[in-house]
């Protein structure tokens, strides 16, 4: 009965922290991303993409104009990602890993 009642509070208290604080980002689809893309072509708007994978991953798995900043390295990202704080920033990865 313990272990129950232990596997009960995980479920309804621990679980949903996990996605505690994500409800405040937007999730970009896939066409709205390649929307994006194109008007950043046309010079119509500006964001940075940021793809975390491993840099092996990158270099085949990244889409053009995307810069790498793996999660290992996401502390010391600042630099690359620049300086205004207003600017869309995009991430994107492989799925859950």
């Not at 313990?2 to 896939?30: A, H, K, N, W, Y």
């Not at 085949?60 to 869309?88: C, M, Q, Y």
Request: charged share 25%.
């Amino acid at each position: 009965m313990r272990q129950v009642l232990s596997l009960i509070f995980l479920i309804v208290f621990c679980f949903p922290l996990l996605t505690f604080g994500m409800e405040r980002f937007d999730i970009v689809t896939t066409q709205e991303l390649s929307s994006l893309l194109a008007e950043r072509q046309r010079g119509e708007t500006d964001f940075v993409l940021v793809n975390t994978l491993d840099e092996i991953l990158f270099r085949d798995k990244a889409i053009p104009g995307s810069i790498s900043v793996p999660w290992s390295r996401v502390k010391t990202a600042h630099t690359r990602l620049g300086n205004d704080k207003d600017k869309l920033v995009i991430t994107y990865c492989m799925g859950y890993r």
